[in-house]
């Protein structure tokens, strides 16, 4: 396809950071295009995978100690998030809930699927780890122990993930991956940075990352790809 036509498809001003990004030259800007959607759809590849296996250890942390259907007893009168200040957390759960039993398919583990990567973030909020019981830090039991220095509490996962969880939503509102910051500069760097962070929350839960992801993560190489493109 010409760039004009696909300028047309994609708008000009969406294209024209791209276009700058590759000192004006339209057919290398739209193949920098391309390979912001290829390097997007290979990061939420891992970030899916890592969404799920999190998901999964919390739950099975809670059903341990709060029952198999931990996530709807939550939501009820009485229940861990029946509290103010989990408003966006009980909102999307009830909602959840409420469809399920409409539709005569609730179970937990179609709850778990409904939530979003947010859900689990913040699990590991203050008041939300008081709430659980103070035991999902187990999730990790590979993670380093505190120092003066560094503590490696809930408040570190918690910032951890919401760097995951950000680049998430990027991706999923098709914000550009490929550049530094609000520059028209091509980097990779942000992306590398959140897929090491990923890539060591899962050694920390006890999970080897690069066999799980054999055959689909190819990140780095893609990385190197744009990076080739810079003016």
């Not at 909020?125 to 993670?143: C, D, E, H, I």
Request: aromatic content about 10%.
């Amino acid at each position: 396809m010409k760039f004009c036509e696909f300028e047309k498809i994609m708008s000009s001003k969406r294209m024209r950071r791209y276009v700058n990004a590759c000192g004006g030259d339209t057919r290398k800007g739209m193949r920098l295009y391309r390979m912001n959607l290829h390097l997007a759809e290979e990061m939420f590849t891992i970030v899916s995978c890592y969404e799920v296996a999190l998901r999964n250890a919390i739950d099975n942390i809670m059903v341990a100690s709060n029952g198999n259907d931990w996530l709807r007893d939550a939501i009820l009168p009485g229940g861990i998030f029946d509290n103010p200040k989990f408003h966006n957390t009980t909102r999307m759960m009830k909602k959840a809930h409420a469809e399920l039993v409409s539709n005569g398919k609730y179970s937990n583990s179609k709850m778990l699927s409904a939530m979003e990567f947010g859900v689990w973030k913040y699990m590991y909020s203050a008041p939300q780890y008081l709430a659980t019981g103070r035991q999902l830090l187990r999730v990790f039991p590979n993670k380093p122990k505190s120092t003066p220095a560094i503590q490696y509490n809930n408040q570190y996962i918690f910032n951890e993930l919401d760097a995951v969880n950000r680049l998430r939503n990027r991706i999923a509102h098709h914000e550009p991956v490929c550049f530094l910051h609000e520059s028209d500069e091509i980097s990779t760097t942000h992306l590398l940075n959140v897929y090491d962070k990923v890539m060591t929350l899962f050694a920390w839960m006890d999970i080897d990352g690069p066999s799980l992801l054999y055959g689909m993560d190819h990140v780095k190489t893609v990385c190197k790809e744009i990076e080739s493109l810079k003016k």
